[in-house]
Each structure stands twice: as structure tokens, then as C-alpha cells.
């Protein structure tokens, strides 16, 4: 008996309706030292020596449109400084009430093509972006000097996993956890209640909707976890993700996005 889920043959069937014999056939036609591009799928043929790399993910134009934010924000929280060039500093915010996490990461400003990249993720089914984004966010030098027992992705709700299909936080841990040699436990957290969407709400509001949305019945007493989403805006997901880690018995807690928001930068849509 074929248990494929109703949601994902319907959407096998709409892709091979719509645009996937045209992919198929473009990839059939592709040289094997050739790439196309994950952001615009333009051919390019990164050298030999490259095509392994995260970079040969993307053509060079899509690439110069990717660069890593090494300045110009605080390095507790990412809040992005007004000039890229900026030296690191510590914002006012966690000078008066550091956050829970021990160290934060982030690729880039939520803005140009990292924000059109993480909503075609989010929204479009795009799921190969996944697999690129977390290539980026694994560029981050930093990450490479980690001792973390565990790779920890934000969960979805099982309502909100079945409408979409995936968990986006998921497909970007799944390279992170590879290059950077850490395991991966995507079930270390659960989500028990389907809040509505944080981007409905204003900070106050978000603390209160997640408030008591996440439970772990695992032992992970005295680890160090590393606890990975897409996207940084306030920050309430992941205070509320990663209390009940630390309340679980975690010792220390790393925070990894790919994108972080500007206070001034529109919601997620």
C-alpha cells in the first residue's frame, strides 16, 4: 500500500506539470564542469579546483551579492550597526541584559538576495536553497572553532511541517552539521503548540505567543548545543528554543542564522 502522503504527490504532480521536465532536461544538458547557479540558474564552470566549494553554489555575479557581514554589528546579538565598516561592538541592549545564548552567528544583513533566497526557501518550496544557505553560514570562520556536542534545528509544529513539507531550519543544519562535523539532533526539540506566525506581531506580542511552545524530553545534561534557524528578527523564538534547552540541562548555548534583521527591516512575509 503506497503511504506517500497526499500533500507531497500533489506536489510531485504539480512540479512534473509545471516546471520539472524543463529543470530535468536543462540538468541533462549541463556539462559536468558546469554549475548552475541556485539563486538565477544560469550555467557558469567555477575551475576544478572550486566546484566543490560553497561558493561554486552560486554564479560569480549572484555570488558578489552574497558577501559575509564580518563588521559593523554587535557580536552578542548581530544588531547591525548603521555602517558595514564599523568595528564590533556591544550593543546598549546586552550591555544592560546580556542575552541567554553564549555566542551568536550570523552570515548576513536580512536584506537583498539573502532575503530573497531564505523567502523562496521559506515560501516557494525551493528547498535546494536549503542546502546552499547552510554552505554559507558554514563559511563563518568562527563556527570552524566550536566544540558543541550537538546541532540543534529550530522545529516546526507537525501542522505547520505537513502544510509545508519541510523544515526549512532543518535544511539548513543538515550541511552546517556536515561541514562542521557536529551531530546533528533534529529531534532534540519539539514544538507542542502551532503559534501563529511571529511576523503578526510586535516583540512583546512574539514573547507571549511562543511563551511554553517547545519541550525536551532528552538528556542532554552538561552539552554544549548549537541551536540553528533561518532567520534572527527579535530573537523570541530563539530565547523561548533555547530556555527550555538550558532548563534541560544544557552547560552552554550557540545561536546560528543565516540572516539577521535590521530594526528597521520589513517582517518576514
Not at 225 to 244: K, P, R
Amino acid at each position: 500500500m503506497d503511504k506517500t502522503p497526499p500533500l507531497l504527490l500533489r506536489k510531485m504532480h504539480d512540479f512534473m506539470k509545471g516546471p520539472g521536465p524543463r529543470l530535468f532536461h536543462s540538468l541533462k544538458e549541463t556539462l559536468p564542469h558546469e554549475r548552475r547557479c541556485l539563486a538565477c540558474a544560469k550555467i557558469h564552470c567555477p575551475p576544478r579546483e572550486r566546484q566543490k566549494a560553497p561558493g561554486a553554489l552560486f554564479c560569480p555575479d549572484c555570488r558578489t551579492e552574497l558577501p559575509q557581514r564580518e563588521k559593523g554589528h554587535c557580536p552578542v546579538c548581530g544588531e547591525l550597526a548603521a555602517w558595514p565598516d564599523l568595528q564590533l561592538a556591544t550593543c546598549l541592549r546586552c550591555l544592560e541584559r546580556r542575552p541567554i545564548w553564549d555566542a551568536f552567528f550570523f552570515y548576513a544583513p536580512y536584506q537583498g538576495k539573502i532575503r530573497q533566497l531564505l523567502l523562496a526557501l521559506k515560501f516557494k518550496e525551493q528547498i535546494l536553497l536549503g542546502h546552499a544557505l547552510g554552505c554559507l553560514l558554514a563559511e563563518h570562520p568562527a563556527l570552524h572553532q566550536l566544540q558543541a556536542d550537538a546541532i540543534v534545528p529550530v522545529p516546526l509544529h507537525q501542522t505547520r511541517l505537513a502544510q509545508r513539507g519541510y523544515n526549512q531550519a532543518l535544511e539548513i543544519a543538515r550541511p552546517l552539521a556536515a561541514k562542521l562535523r557536529i551531530p546533528l539532533r533534529h529531534n532534540m526539540l519539539i514544538r507542542t503548540r502551532n503559534t501563529a506566525p511571529q511576523s503578526s506581531y510586535r516583540l512583546e506580542q512574539r514573547k507571549k505567543n511562543i511563551l511554553g511552545a517547545f519541550i525536551c524530553d532528552q538528556d542532554v545534561k552538561g552539552q554544549r548545543l548549537l541551536l540553528v534557524d533561518d532567520t534572527f528578527t527579535t530573537g523570541a523564538t530563539i530565547t523561548a528554543a533555547g530556555n527550555v534547552l538550558l532548563e534541560a540541562g544544557a552547560v552552554w548555548l550557540g545561536v546560528a542564522v543565516v540572516g539577521r534583521t535590521a530594526k528597521h527591516a520589513p517582517a518576514l512575509s
